[in-house]
């Protein structure tokens, strides 16, 4: 399932008077845009996420500072780290993620592919253990 999670690379348009990134909902990103939600005010010990999703796919994008990702399927485990505004993480559902280690100024942009539904989320590791051995 990690070999889903893909590094993104945005074009990044501008000149003199400062930079410009796009990201388009099924062109830049891989699925439509229903939903998005940053994270600021964090720190270095704050650590945020802590779940899985049953539906939704999430590009990360570190707008201004740096975080890391800690994701894993279960099996394998992968730490990201997210400190350009022009590259974005692709994550697909059933993935679970622990954002952490915020810079002083790091703003964690995130673009969801649903709408928000508490019902999807899976928040206890175990839980989440059970139902993706259950989809094996």
Not at 75 to 89: H, M, Q, R, S, T
Request: net charge negative.
């Amino acid at each position: 399932m990690l070999e889903a999670v893909k590094e993104i690379q945005f074009k990044v348009n501008g000149d003199e008077r400062g930079k410009l990134v796009v990201a388009e909902g099924l062109k830049d990103v891989p699925f439509n845009i229903a939903r998005i939600f940053y994270i600021y005010g964090a720190d270095t010990e704050s650590v945020r996420g802590c779940h899985a999703n049953r539906k939704s796919e999430f590009v990360f994008i570190n707008v201004c500072g740096s975080s890391k990702v800690k994701i894993t399927d279960g099996k394998d485990e992968k730490v990201y780290l997210l400190d350009k505004p022009y590259e974005g993480l692709y994550m697909p559902k059933m993935v679970w993620k622990e954002m952490y280690d915020f810079s002083q100024d790091a703003v964690l942009l995130v673009l969801s592919s649903e709408p928000y539904d508490a019902e999807e989320y899976i928040k206890n590791y175990q839980e989440y253990i059970r139902e993706v051995r259950g989809n094996e």
